[in-house]
C-alpha cells in the first residue's frame, strides 16, 4: 500500500526525503501520525525516525527549509524538533531499548527500523512510512497494523507481558486509545494488562493523570472508566471513584448505583462540552455519597451533605493526583459545592433571594452549573426526566432575567469596608464585618438594591441599633 498522494499535503515531508537522500540514510515516518493518515483523522505531529542520526537530519531539513527555521535539540535524548506552521516534526535515530524492571526509564542504543518498531506500544502505532526515493510513500507495516485498524483493535506488537513490563504506562494508553478511538483491546493484550495492573506502581501520577485526562476527554469516557474498573487500574489510581460502586438494600430499599450513575453523567455532560474541568466536576460531583450514605427507616437512604463534604475532597484528590491547584480546582470544587442548588431550585416556588444567592455563589460559571444539572437527570423514568428538565428551562430563564435586571455575576456590595470604617470612625474590627454581611443579606434579600443612595441610609440606620453614629 502507498501513500504517497496524501503524503503530497504536507511538502515538508519531501524535502525530509531530500535530505535524508543527500546524507545517505533510510527515513520513515514512524507512529501516530500514519495511524491517523490511514483514519482520516487530523494529526499535527509528525515523527521522523532516521537510520543514522536524527539530529543531523533534522538541521540539513531546517537548512533547507530557510534562515528562519530553529531547530529544537535535546542531545540527552537524541532527539531534535522542528515547528513548520502548524506541524510540529520530531527527528530520531532508530534505536534498541531495554528496561530494568524498576524503571520505565530504558537503555537505549542505536538500531534497525525493525528494532524500533519493535519497541512500538501497539501495533497501530508501529506502522511506518518510507520517505526513501525508491520506494516513497510505501507502508511498512511488520506486525499487521492495518489489519487491526480495520478490526478496530488494540493490540502489542511483541508479547503483551513483555511490553507493559517494559513501560506499564502503555496499560493505561492502551485504554486511552480504545476509548478515543472506540476500539476494542485484543483479549490477551486486556489480559496481560489486569495481570500487570499493579505494576502501574512505578509510574508516576502526573504521567498517569495525563493519560486519564485524555480518556476523560474521549467522546463516551465511561467506555474508558470501565477499561480501568475491569482492568484492576481504577482501583489502584482512583481508590475514592471505586467506593461509589454497588447498592445497598435494607427493609427492600436501595439506593441507586453511584458508580455507574457517575458514568452515565459524565456521558452526558460530555455531549455538551469539551471542557476537562467541566466533565471533572461530573465526575467528583457524588464523590462524598460513600462517607455520608446513611438509612432511614422512614426517609430511605440518605446522603445529607455530600456537596459540601464532595467539595472538601477536591483539592485532596487533586493533590494527590497531581492535577492543577489553581483556579481549574477551584472550579471543580465550586461546581461540585452547588450541585444540588439548581435542582432544590427546580423542585420548590423559586424566590428572588434564592436565586441572586445561586448567581452570587456561581458567578461566571453558572452556565457550567446548569450544564452539569442537566446531566445529572439520570432517571430511567423518561417522564421524571422531562418534567426536570423542563422545570430547569424555567429555573435557567428566571435566572436569566434576574441577572440581567440585577447585574450580580460580578456581585459586590456597593457599601465596601472603608466606607463604614469612615462613615462611623471605626477601626479594622468584628463590627465593621458584621455590618458589610447585614448589608450582603439585605441586598440579596431584595430589601435594599445595590445602589449607593438606598445602601448607605440603611447602613446608617443599622448603625444606630448597633449603637454606631455618623462621624
Known sequence: MNFKEQLINYPILEIVARA????????????????????????????????????????????????????NIFKTFGTAQIRQGDLEVEFVGARRESYSPDSRKPAVEDGTLQDDQNRRDFTINAMGISLSRNNFGDLIDPFEGMRDLRKKIIRTPLEPGITFSDDPLRMMRAIRFASQLNFDIEPDTFDAIIGMKDRISIVS???????LNKIILSPTPSYGFKLLFHAGLLHIIFPEMIELLGVETIDGKGHKDNFYHTLQVLDNVSQNTDDLW????????????????????????????????????????????????NEKMRFVKKLVRLHLRPIVLSKEEITDSAMRRLLVEAGEDIEALMKLCRADITSKNPDKVKRFL?????????????????????????????????????????????MKEIIREAILEGIIPNEYQPAYHFMVEEGKKMGLSVQ
Open 20 to 71: 535524508s537522500a543527500e546524507l545517505g540514510v533510510e527515513a520513515y515516518i514512524i507512529g501516530g501520525f500514519v495511524r491517523d493518515l490511514i483514519l482520516k483523522r487530523p494529526s499535527k505531529d509528525i515523527d521522523i525516525v532516521s537510520i543514522g542520526s536524527g539530529i543531523e537530519l533534522a538541521e540539513l531539513v531546517a537548512q533547507q527549509l530557510g534562515p528562519d527555521v530553529h531547530v
Open 205 to 211: 501520577m502526573e504521567r498517569i493523570s495525563d493519560e
Open 278 to 325: 467541566l466533565r471533572w466536576a461530573a465526575i467528583l460531583h457524588d464523590i462524598a455519597k460513600p462517607a455520608t450514605k446513611r438509612f432511614d427507616k422512614k426517609a430511605g437512604w440518605t446522603f445529607h451533605n455530600h456537596e459540601e463534604i464532595g467539595a472538601r475532597m477536591v483539592p485532596v484528590i487533586f493533590r494527590r493526583m497531581k492535577l492543577p491547584q
Open 390 to 434: 423542563h422545570n430547569f428551562d424555567i429555573v435557567e430563564q428566571k435566572l436569566k432575567d434576574l441577572e440581567e435586571r440585577d447585574k450580580l455575576r460580578s456581585f459586590q456590595p456597593v457599601i465596601s469596608g472603608e466606607i463604614i470604617i469612615e462613615t462611623f470612625g471605626l477601626k479594622p474590627s468584628r463590627e465593621v464585618g458584621i
